[in-house]
């Protein structure tokens, strides 16, 4: 493999997910930075010099009370934008996550808009469920239900860590999830970062939500940037930064995780922006030069003469041929009952309608709620 050459687009970091109950990080994220307190306690803002650490993040103190009702059981994980911890709600005798945002002005006001958006979706069946607000020592506290079956990325590794998920279990979610995305645009939101550690699971693997709305916005305030959404969940409009985005980029990261649900493997593992073009094309052939066109960034991708340039290989490519369609990379994975060929078939189709590298041209939730695939679903 040829020496990957300099990458002069920014750095990613793409380690953080919101809501996301991985082990990944040897279970360090269980513990309490400071000695839990007597179970159920209010504890004095003097108690500690600072309730904040240096990097803005709440010091989770297990057993602590906040808001007079919420007692802090575990953290379940950290993000960017905040800690996520599991709370017993002494009222109503349940347990509760909240969002503990980070003690920063930028990040406070993303939460509000976060909170806005969800007060949106207040009657919605399909995405996880704003409860309440507050505000605690300093910290924007966003409490939701808590659905214990941690995120879909969990569900995989349990049940389909290499090979995936049964074919009619990925119809059900897909069907699910869909519902989810056609909610959002019913309320004119676009999720911008939907991923399988972005969609939870109930304690029994039955029930899906969308969830973490904090790279959320209406419609018409999506802001094109090539680094919208997770690298590999990233639609092609995304990375050649057209510059009008809309719903079509929640589709685009929907099936490449459906797809990752039935086969266990992620279908885009780009290094870079560059890289995830040239294997979006490798598999969905070459964007058209219409849309080259349109995009702001395409120099860093593309020449004058539409002709594709390859950053680590030092190669460009004047015509990029579809080498390994949907159904190619499911080739050899129809070993399920006969009664599944069928299902099978659907599920590509579908795929091939969420994968078309013209946004226009993608299917719409509507559409797919429609398609034989998810028609069928229970």
């Given at each position: 493999?040829?020496?990957?050459?300099?990458?002069?687009?920014?750095?990613?970091?793409?380690?953080?997910?919101?809501?996301?109950?991985?082990?990944?990080?040897?279970?360090?994220?269980?513990?309490?930075?400071?000695?839990?307190?007597?179970k159920?306690?209010?504890?004095?803002?003097?108690l500690?010099?600072?309730?904040?650490?240096?990097?803005?993040?709440?010091?989770?103190?297990?057993?602590?009370?906040l808001?007079?009702q919420?007692?802090?059981?575990?953290?379940l994980?950290?993000?960017?934008?905040?800690?996520?911890?599991?709370?017993?709600?002494?009222?109503?005798?349940?347990?509760?996550?909240?969002k503990?945002?980070r003690?920063?002005?930028?990040?406070?006001?993303?939460?509000?808009?976060e909170?806005?958006?969800?007060?949106?979706?207040?009657?919605s069946?399909?995405?996880?469920?704003l409860?309440?607000?507050?505000?605690?020592?300093?910290?924007l506290c966003?409490?939701?239900?808590?659905?214990?079956?941690?995120?879909?990325?969990?569900?995989?590794?349990?049940y389909?860590?290499?090979t995936?998920?049964?074919i009619r279990?990925?119809?059900?979610?897909?069907?699910?999830?869909?519902?989810g995305?056609?909610?959002l645009?019913?309320?004119?939101?676009?999720?911008?970062?939907?991923?399988p550690?972005?969609?939870?699971?109930n304690?029994?693997?039955?029930?899906?939500?969308?969830?973490?709305?904090?790279?959320?916005c209406?419609?018409?305030?999506?802001?094109p940037?090539?680094?919208?959404m997770?690298?590999?969940?990233?639609?092609?409009?995304v990375?050649?930064?057209?510059?009008?985005?809309?719903?079509?980029?929640?589709?685009?990261?929907l099936?490449?995780?459906l797809?990752?649900?039935?086969?266990?493997?992620?279908?885009f593992t780009?290094?870079?922006?560059?890289?995830?073009?040239?294997?979006?094309?490798?598999?969905?052939?070459?964007?058209?030069?219409?849309?080259?066109?349109r995009?702001?960034?395409?120099?860093?991708?593309?020449?004058?003469?539409?002709?594709?340039?390859?950053r680590?290989?030092?190669?460009?490519?004047?015509?990029?041929?579809?080498t390994?369609?949907?159904?190619?990379?499911?080739?050899?994975?129809?070993?399920?009952?006969?009664?599944?060929?069928?299902?099978?078939?659907?599920?590509?189709?579908?795929?091939?309608?969420?994968?078309?590298?013209?946004?226009a041209?993608?299917?719409?939730?509507?559409?797919a709620?429609?398609?034989?695939?998810?028609?069928?679903?229970?």
């Amino acid at each position: 493999m040829a020496k990957r050459r300099h990458d002069e687009e920014e750095e990613e970091d793409d380690s953080d997910d919101m809501f996301n109950l991985s082990d990944s990080d040897g279970g360090q994220e269980n513990k309490p930075e400071v000695p839990p307190c007597k179970k159920g306690a209010r504890l004095d803002a003097d108690l500690l010099d600072s309730w904040t650490d240096a990097e803005g993040y709440y010091r989770v103190i297990t057993g602590e009370l906040l808001h007079n009702q919420y007692q802090i059981l575990a953290t379940l994980g950290r993000g960017t934008f905040a800690t996520v911890i599991s709370a017993r709600d002494e009222k109503e005798n349940k347990t509760v996550a909240i969002k503990v945002i980070r003690n920063n002005e930028v990040m406070y006001k993303a939460g509000l808009k976060e909170v806005a958006l969800l007060e949106r979706l207040r009657s919605s069946k399909a995405i996880v469920k704003l409860l309440t607000s507050f505000r605690h020592k300093g910290h924007l506290c966003m409490v939701f239900e808590y659905l214990a079956g941690g995120n879909l990325r969990d569900v995989l590794k349990k049940y389909g860590r290499t090979t995936g998920l049964n074919i009619r279990a990925v119809q059900t979610y897909a069907r699910q999830c869909i519902q989810g995305l056609e909610e959002l645009k019913s309320c004119g939101i676009v999720h911008g970062d939907i991923k399988p550690d972005n969609i939870l699971a109930n304690e029994r693997n039955t029930v899906l939500k969308v969830a973490d709305l904090g790279s959320a916005c209406l419609l018409e305030e999506v802001k094109p940037s090539s680094y919208l959404m997770s690298r590999f969940y990233r639609a092609p409009e995304v990375i050649i930064n057209m510059p009008q985005l809309d719903y079509a980029v929640d589709m685009w990261a929907l099936g490449c995780t459906l797809y990752e649900l039935y086969t266990g493997q992620i279908l885009f593992t780009g290094r870079d922006n560059n890289d995830m073009l040239r294997q979006i094309m490798d598999t969905r052939g070459k964007l058209s030069h219409k849309m080259i066109r349109r995009g702001t960034s395409t120099e860093s991708h593309f020449d004058s003469e539409y002709n594709f340039t390859d950053r680590h290989e030092g190669k460009t490519f004047s015509v990029i041929q579809a080498t390994e369609s949907i159904k190619m990379r499911l080739a050899g994975m129809e070993g399920e009952l006969n009664e599944c060929a069928d299902l099978l078939t659907h599920f590509i189709d579908l795929l091939d309608r969420m994968l078309m590298l013209n946004p226009a041209k993608r299917i719409t939730p509507h559409q797919a709620l429609k398609h034989p695939f998810l028609s069928t679903a229970t």
